[in-house]
């Protein structure tokens, strides 16, 4: 019943993020109708820019796909080590490959006294999980098996690539809604040349309408973002007890993270909602919708409560 279930809201998790892709597409192309609209007045060389808006998308998706983890990997400064270098991480990603019945992810070192970890990739085949040294340091063997089984949950529910995509998209989002606004000066001139010739109030309303979507877009886009990030971190919670079967490793390592004031100086905007703790601590004040994690003491109270 309990393997049902979780095989359930996994289908459920890659379902949504499939559909929330689409809508960011549709999103693109809308806005790149608008953008064509203002410049040209025709919904002709509107439909001309909103293909090459869903171009532009596309390309970027792809660099995303290919190239995401690297770049990511080389932002946080992680460095690829062997297991010489730490046999017992090692020893502990691997039994939770096996476990989990995925390929050894490529693992990395973040030279960082804030204690943090992430995994990326696009596949389970292309994945990697990075870990800083001052988590490290400060977990015992089932502290950072319970970490590592978490990050390893999020490569075999294929959250990676789902929040690589996503970064990207609502980065392209976010600099269409710009551009759109910066067009209404350029395009000023063809619009009061069109409502001299009739049908201003139209023009007009149609205006209001696409510089409202302009603006609130983004903001959209971002508190969906974020509540299914959500989500795919309480999932990826318990199905960590499920390979570990044991639900008190990743509470006493999600404690340590919580109450060590350091913050992780590699981490930014773009990347926080990756690391298995939200690592820009000066900025987090309280709970709110745009937090990418729950909070803390929710995710331990879940752990706590689940029966193995």
């Given at each position: 019943m309990v393997i049902e279930t979780y095989n359930t809201l996994i289908a459920h998790n890659k379902r949504n993020s499939w559909l929330l892709i689409g809508l960011f597409v549709l999103i693109f192309i809308g806005i790149g109708l608008l953008i064509g609209w203002i410049w040209g007045g025709d919904w002709g060389f509107s439909i001309v820019?909103?293909?090459?808006?869903?171009?532009?998308?596309?390309?970027?998706?792809?660099?995303?796909y290919y190239g995401g983890a690297s770049m990511v990997l080389a932002i946080s400064r992680a460095k690829p080590i062997e297991k010489a270098d730490d046999p017992q991480l090692f020893?502990?990603?691997e039994e939770l490959s096996i476990a989990a019945g995925l390929p050894m992810p490529k693992v990395y070192l973040i030279d960082e006294p804030a204690p943090n970890a992430f995994a990326t990739g696009r596949d389970p085949a292309h994945s990697a999980v990075a870990i800083t040294t001052g988590l490290?340091?400060?977990?015992?063997?089932?502290?950072?098996?319970?970490?590592?089984?978490?990050?390893?949950s999020h490569i075999r529910n294929h959250d990676i690539l789902f929040a690589m995509l996503m970064a990207v998209m609502v980065g392209v989002l976010v600099m269409l809604a710009d551009v759109f606004l910066?067009?209404?000066?350029?395009?000023?001139?063809?619009?009061?040349?069109?409502?001299?010739?009739?049908?201003?109030?139209?023009?007009?309303?149609?205006?209001?309408?696409?510089?409202?979507?302009?603006?609130?877009a983004p903001f959209l886009a971002r508190i969906i973002q974020l509540a299914m990030s959500r989500q795919?971190?309480?999932?990826?919670?318990?199905?960590?007890?499920e390979l570990t079967r044991n639900p008190y490793g990743l509470a006493n390592a999600l404690r340590k993270i919580a109450n060590d004031p350091?913050?992780?100086?590699?981490?930014?905007?773009?990347?926080?909602?990756?690391?298995?703790?939200?690592?820009?601590?000066?900025?987090?004040?309280?709970s709110s919708l745009f937090d990418t994690h729950p909070p803390i003491e929710d995710r331990i109270e879940r752990l706590l409560s689940l029966t193995v």
């Open positions: 820019v909103a293909s090459g808006a869903a171009i532009v998308a596309f390309l970027l998706t792809l660099l995303s020893n502990v990603v490290r340091e400060k977990l015992n063997r089932d502290e950072l098996q319970g970490v590592m089984a978490h990050e390893m910066r067009s209404l000066w350029f395009g000023a001139g063809s619009r009061r040349r069109r409502d001299s010739e009739g049908g201003g109030y139209l023009q007009l309303i149609l205006l209001i309408i696409a510089i409202v979507l302009a603006i609130l795919r971190e309480y999932l990826a919670d318990a199905s960590a007890v350091t913050e992780l100086k590699v981490a930014n905007r773009a990347t926080a909602h990756l690391y298995i703790v939200h690592p820009l601590k000066k900025t987090k004040k309280r």
